[in-house]
């Protein structure tokens, strides 16, 4: 299915080679609608499935950027939406089988680190999988990646600094910290929080971690940006929605597309 789906998109992009992949997170969609040049929706794509959550168009969409072709995704599957774990991560795969070298993920998070607010942008430096999965389970593709991958480190040092190098020249601050990944959908219990705090996560999220193990399986190289949509619970008082995340994304989406876009630039 891997090459049936890689050959029906070839033919829909011609010659362009896509050198970085981008998983747009809740509300962030905006940077592919501002440079989209082709674009396939998922129902299009034999093996893919379809977004279902607001916020997320649910189409790859192909364009440059700053002289690098770029795929995008306006939107990713989510564990919580009842996709197999294989599923919601078989777009990175698909990237790879494309030529992508380096995977930009993005999301929307809940920030437990009590010094961070709504709309802060924050680079993951490492990541907690609290999903109660692995999406290397199973036979093992070794055109891809090794049975036994190294995840010492996941998101790339070099490209942290080259973020936070960007983020001060562009004018946009960066907190950082270490991203954990739980189901969802319900959103986290305060206790369930301070559990985060107590292992050293500093935003909690439904995605990302899975996408990230496979791409450092298929050796790319992995950047991590969470947008810090509301403070999780616990750590403000105000009840938590979807609306608030979708909110809080829109009120950073600037600064996001102002860094992300340096960013291709200097890669």
Request: some cysteine; hydrophobic content about 40%.
């Amino acid at each position: 299915m891997l090459e049936k789906t890689v050959e029906y998109i070839k033919q829909k992009i011609g010659n362009f080679k896509p050198q970085i992949g981008i998983v747009l997170g809740s509300g962030l969609g905006e940077l592919a609608d501002e440079y989209c040049q082709i674009s396939i929706n998922y129902a299009e794509i034999p093996g893919f499935e379809v977004s279902t959550v607001k916020g997320h168009k649910g189409r790859l969409v192909f364009a440059e950027i700053n002289g690098k072709d770029v795929v995008m995704m306006q939107g990713r599957f989510h564990y919580y939406e009842g996709h197999s774990i294989q599923k919601v991560v078989y777009p990175i795969k698909v990237f790879k089988k494309l030529g992508v070298e380096t995977v930009i993920l993005t999301n929307a998070a809940g920030g437990v680190n009590a010094s961070f607010n709504p709309s802060d942008l924050m680079i993951i430096t490492d990541h907690i999988n609290f999903m109660g999965t692995n999406p290397l389970i199973g036979e093992n593709d070794d055109s891809l990646g090794t049975r036994f991958p190294d995840m010492s480190e996941v998101y790339s040092v070099d490209y942290v600094e080259l973020v936070k190098k960007v983020g001060r020249e562009v004018g946009v601050d960066l907190q950082e910290g270490v991203y954990m990944a739980l189901t969802g959908p319900s959103y986290e219990t305060p206790a369930e929080v301070q559990m985060a705090r107590i292992l050293g996560a500093d935003a909690v999220g439904m995605s990302t971690v899975p996408e990230a193990t496979v791409a450092v399986w298929a050796g790319m190289k992995v950047i991590g940006i969470s947008c810090i949509c509301n403070s999780a619970a616990g750590v403000s008082t105000v009840g938590l929605s979807h609306e608030e995340v979708i909110k809080a994304a829109n009120t950073a989406k600037d600064k996001f597309k102002t860094l992300v876009k340096e960013v291709i630039k200097k890669l």
